[in-house]
């Protein structure tokens, strides 16, 4: 039996590049990279992505996949050529991904949103997402946080991290304390000779974030805030719809309601 259908116009469909916020660096450096993508499926941070089919969108208004954070995980791995592990992505790069295979499949617009600082009204504005100012990671160096005897090696939020930490606490402090742990994937200290360690053990770089004091730990959050920016939508011009109040602003992209209602 032939397997040439004549109803399919093409039998390959359309993939376009789009570059990580990420750039691929902390999954080299991490040596996640080969986890995470099929060989040559990242080339200088660039990957190929195609537009949703009907039987991705299904997947995407599957209440109960998208409840468990499911849905993007299956729409990632259609959607994504050669990416093997999504969930082992950083978030930003998970949001960047379903944001353009948004743009493939319905147009470029896209909501965000922002919170005035004159009257905290939560603002929701419809952007098109091809003219955002996304921060990218430069090098490596913006990941490391020197201080003291220490050195820090932290990468953005891991995408299956950031859900399982979401779904664990009850409290925002030990959540935002798991984050910062989560984030931490190396700290080496050198001893009073002059002798350098690296831990990687995730419970003693917990045990040291708990009991550090708070001006060093002033450091650390500062870092975590810096480096969890990459993905972010940087410096957007913005008018409150409440009090008219201008500024400038970084604006978070709202994935939950991506393929939930029409341009
Ligand atoms: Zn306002």
Redesign the pocket.
Known sequence: MSTYNPLLQSQEPTYYDVTLPSKGISYVEEGSINDIFEPDAIIDGVVKIRALTTKDELIWTDQRLVEDLKAPIIILKNTVLGLKKPELLIRADVETLLLEARVLTYGKMTKVSWT??????V?EITVDYTQLPIKQLGDFEELMLNFKNYKVYMTPIIFKEAVEIQKANDNDVSEQLDKIVSCIQRVDVADEDGANQTVTDKRFIAQWVEQINPKDFKFIIEHFTEVNKIGTVMDLDVK??????KEKTDVVVDITNFFSEED
């Open positions: 005035c600082s004159e009257c905290n009204n603002n409150c719809q409440n009090c008219s109040y």
